[in-house]
């Protein structure tokens, strides 16, 4: 399974960015579809998540209220949009899937990624 994400950019403070990922084939069902950032200096972060054996849909406290995630089954695309960006969403940001756990959760390791884009806030 292939991952490209695209759609970064540099953009100011209170703009606006909308990340795409295109998977290499159908890989929804049984996965969990994610977004990551890694920023200098700090750990890679979760973003949100969305469990397709659930539906449930997880958000990092940073970004609850301006990021939205989103899919697209019928084009194997996952989506971040991302509205009143600050500075400290500054980062490379990647795509990420992970086959759901035994009780149906989303893993904590994601087994698959994508090469990242890298999204400026100023």
């Known amino acids: 399974v292939q991952l490209v994400e695209s759609g970064g950019g540099s953009v100011q403070a209170g703009g606006s960015l909308r990340l795409s990922c295109a998977a290499s084939k159908y890989i929804y069902f049984r996965y969990c579809m994610g977004w990551f950032r890694q920023s200098p200096g700090k750990e890679r972060e979760r973003v949100a998540h969305?469990?397709?054996?659930?539906?449930?849909?997880y958000y990092a406290d940073s970004v609850e209220g301006r990021f939205t995630i989103s899919q697209d089954g019928a084009k194997n695309t996952l989506y971040l949009q991302m509205n009143s960006l600050k500075p400290e969403d500054t980062g490379t940001y990647y795509c990420?899937?992970?086959?759901?756990?035994?009780?149906?959760?989303?893993?904590?390791?994601?087994?698959?990624w994508g090469q990242g884009t890298q999204v400026t806030v100023s």
């Open positions: 990420a899937a992970g086959r759901l756990t035994w009780n149906g959760r989303c893993p904590n390791n994601f087994g698959y």
């Open positions: 969305i469990n397709n054996g659930d539906g449930s849909v």
